[in-house]
């Protein structure tokens, strides 16, 4: 690690929280600016971001990038700007009767200077989304973008160079050596997108600051099929949700829990989805690659340690699709001792379990880590309300995949091992706030009541206060 790097970071701290101290509450019309020229750049620069993250996974559809990083930025930054009236707008909260005539209050005060690491797999949504509702918040901004995708972080740090000053939002590049740096410094709030195993290092380099972390994180999010769905439109959904990203998506549907006897027809309808929507791999641009050698090598090992403990592989595909794609898989007869059923898959192979009894399903889900996401199919809405209410998700979305981390008007973040806190809308807004209580007292107060030296005064107060609480 060398000493300019943390010369460097240390540097942007001071001039960040220089800034932030000349300007404690930004107004609305600082922070609409602000959140505005997000807006024009992600406009500006939307080719060359599909571009350049083609670049780094290979191949990238330019359409998926214009639906999950330009449009989701967009779309965020529109919902912002129109209620950032009311997100800053001071909240009157009741006062208990004896304390009146005094007044409570609750301001919602930007908390500084905000680090925001980000992975890979939409590496500039995930960077921008929480920058943007950090600035929302009235704090400045430092990111650490994925050393996993070179050309979208040098072009995420020239964007924001040409239409921030770098007091305001700043892009350090780095490998992990730079985001172990840099999660050590003391920001006012630190916000990590990336895998649970980094999460825990993360969130203990905060803790000796007393740093403040929303940790998203992964894990393995179940598809869960019930008796009352119907195959021929839950096949299509989960062949979108897998493939979307080639599986590099952290809300992907890991796996699929479904009755015995719909497992074989399921299978049939997810391959002719599947083929449908990608007719051929290797010439095709609309499926991505995986992003590294490294991550391709570990999606063959868990396909060739399922297989040889005795999992039945069905590829999607038969031909050689070239380069770092990986032919889609179904993975069938999985077992518990398999990798594939014990880490996040993150890639384009899908095991399906079977299950007899829905029980058996929701006590799988319920034995397991919580997960990121959950989505459940089917009609049957007592079914439907018992599974919500025996399980625990970061986010669910019912007879479909993925599309429940699009709403602006909902929290997003996981449980457990998959994160902590949420963002996304006013959630982000509160995240990046300190909700702080102010009590106003009035010039003559009942308080001094209670003053000693204790005498009948006070019983008689005490005794009132006793009924009031009674
Ligand atoms: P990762 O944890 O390997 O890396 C994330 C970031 O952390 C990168 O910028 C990396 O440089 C940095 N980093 C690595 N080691 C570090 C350390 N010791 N200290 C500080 N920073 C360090 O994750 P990834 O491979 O980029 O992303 C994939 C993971 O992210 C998956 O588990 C996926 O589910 C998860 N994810 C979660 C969400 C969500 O919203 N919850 C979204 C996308 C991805």
Request: charged share 20%.
């Given at each position: 690690?060398?000493?300019?790097?943390?010369?460097?970071?240390?540097?942007?701290?001071?001039?960040?929280?220089?800034?932030?101290?000349?300007?404690?509450?930004?107004?609305?019309?600082?922070?609409?600016?602000?959140?505005?020229?997000?807006?024009?750049?992600?406009?500006?620069?939307?080719?060359?971001?599909?571009?350049?993250?083609?670049?780094d996974?290979?191949?990238?559809?330019?359409?998926?990038?214009?639906?999950?990083?330009?449009?989701?930025?967009?779309?965020?930054?529109?919902?912002?700007?129109?209620?950032?009236?009311?997100?800053?707008?001071?909240?009157?909260?009741?006062?208990?009767?004896?304390?009146?005539p005094?007044?409570?209050?609750?301001?919602?005060?930007?908390?500084?200077?905000?680090?925001?690491?980000?992975?890979w797999?939409?590496?500039?949504?995930?960077?921008?989304?929480?920058?943007?509702a950090?600035?929302?918040?009235?704090?400045?901004?430092?990111?650490?973008?994925?050393?996993?995708?070179?050309?979208?972080?040098?072009?995420?740090?020239?964007?924001?160079r040409?239409?921030?000053?770098?007091?305001?939002?700043?892009?350090?590049?780095?490998?992990?050596?730079?985001?172990?740096?840099?999660?050590?410094?003391?920001?006012?709030?630190?916000?990590?997108?990336?895998s649970?195993?980094?999460?825990?290092?993360?969130?203990?380099?905060?803790?000796?600051?007393?740093?403040?972390?929303?940790?998203?994180?992964?894990?393995?999010?179940?598809?869960?099929?019930?008796?009352?769905?119907?195959?021929?439109?839950?096949?299509?959904?989960?062949?979108?949700?897998?493939?979307?990203?080639?599986?590099?998506?952290?809300?992907?549907?890991?796996?699929?829990?479904?009755?015995?006897?719909?497992?074989?027809p399921?299978?049939?309808?997810?391959?002719?989805?599947?083929?449908?929507?990608?007719?051929?791999?290797?010439h095709?641009?609309?499926?991505?690659?995986?992003?590294?050698?490294?991550?391709?090598?570990?999606?063959?090992?868990?396909?060739?340690?399922?297989?040889?403990?005795?999992?039945?592989?069905?590829?999607?595909?038969?031909?050689?699709?070239?380069?770092?794609?990986?032919?889609?898989?179904?993975?069938?007869?999985?077992?518990?001792?398999?990798?594939?059923?014990?880490?996040?898959?993150?890639?384009?192979?899908?095991?399906?379990?079977?299950?007899?009894?829905?029980?058996?399903?929701?006590?799988?889900?319920?034995?397991?880590?919580?997960?990121?996401?959950?989505?459940?199919?089917?009609?049957?809405?007592?079914?439907?309300?018992?599974?919500?209410?025996?399980?625990?998700?970061?986010g669910?979305?019912?007879?479909?995949?993925?599309?429940h981390?699009?709403?602006?008007?909902?929290?997003?973040?996981?449980?457990?091992?998959?994160?902590?806190?949420?963002?996304?809308?006013?959630?982000?807004?509160?995240?990046?706030?300190?909700?702080?209580?102010?009590?106003?007292?009035?010039?003559?107060?009942?308080?001094?009541l209670?003053?000693?030296?204790?005498?009948?005064?006070?019983?008689?107060?005490?005794?009132?206060?006793?009924?009031?609480?009674?």
């Amino acid at each position: 690690m060398n000493q300019g790097i943390e010369e460097h970071l240390r540097v942007a701290l001071e001039q960040q929280r220089a800034a932030f101290a000349s300007e404690t509450f930004p107004t609305l019309a600082v922070r609409r600016d602000r959140l505005a020229r997000v807006r024009q750049m992600t406009e500006k620069h939307a080719q060359d971001l599909a571009a350049a993250i083609a670049q780094d996974f290979e191949n990238r559809a330019r359409q998926e990038t214009l639906l999950t990083e330009v449009f989701t930025v967009q779309s965020a930054v529109r919902h912002a700007i129109s209620h950032l009236p009311g997100w800053m707008k001071t909240r009157r909260v009741p006062t208990a009767m004896h304390f009146w005539p005094a007044r409570n209050r609750l301001l919602r005060q930007p908390l500084g200077v905000v680090g925001v690491v980000s992975p890979w797999n939409y590496p500039y949504y995930l960077a921008m989304a929480p920058a943007l509702a950090a600035l929302a918040a009235g704090n400045r901004v430092l990111i650490k973008p994925s050393e996993l995708t070179p050309a979208t972080s040098e072009l995420m740090a020239r964007m924001v160079r040409e239409h921030f000053a770098p007091e305001e939002m700043q892009v350090i590049v780095g490998d992990a050596d730079v985001g172990r740096a840099f999660t050590s410094l003391p920001f006012d709030h630190l916000f990590f997108t990336g895998s649970t195993a980094v999460g825990r290092i993360v969130a203990q380099a905060a803790a000796k600051n007393l740093t403040p972390v929303t940790l998203e994180l992964g894990g393995k999010s179940p598809a869960l099929v019930d008796r009352s769905a119907d195959i021929g439109v839950t096949a299509e959904r989960l062949a979108f949700g897998k493939l979307l990203n080639a599986g590099q998506t952290c809300v992907a549907p890991d796996y699929v829990l479904a009755p015995r006897e719909m497992v074989a027809p399921l299978v049939d309808a997810v391959l002719g989805r599947v083929r449908a929507m990608y007719p051929t791999l290797a010439h095709n641009p609309d499926y991505t690659s995986i992003v590294s050698p490294r991550h391709h090598a570990r999606l063959q090992g868990l396909l060739d340690d399922a297989k040889a403990k005795g999992a039945r592989l069905v590829p999607t595909h038969t031909e050689a699709p070239g380069g770092r794609k990986l032919v889609p898989h179904l993975v069938l007869d999985v077992t518990e001792q398999m990798t594939v059923m014990q880490e996040e898959i993150f890639g384009p192979l899908l095991p399906i379990v079977a299950y007899d009894k829905p029980e058996e399903a929701l006590a799988y889900i319920q034995r397991h880590d919580r997960p990121l996401a959950l989505y459940w199919f089917g009609r049957d809405a007592a079914a439907q309300r018992h599974a919500m209410e025996q399980t625990h998700a970061g986010g669910v979305t019912v007879n479909d995949c993925i599309w429940h981390l699009g709403q602006e008007e909902q929290p997003f973040g996981g449980v457990g091992a998959s994160g902590i806190g949420s963002y996304h809308g006013e959630w982000g807004f509160r995240t990046f706030s300190k909700e702080k209580p102010i009590f106003e007292q009035t010039r003559f107060a009942g308080t001094k009541l209670f003053y000693p030296p204790y005498g009948a005064t006070f019983d008689r107060m005490i005794g009132m206060l006793k009924k009031i609480a009674g």
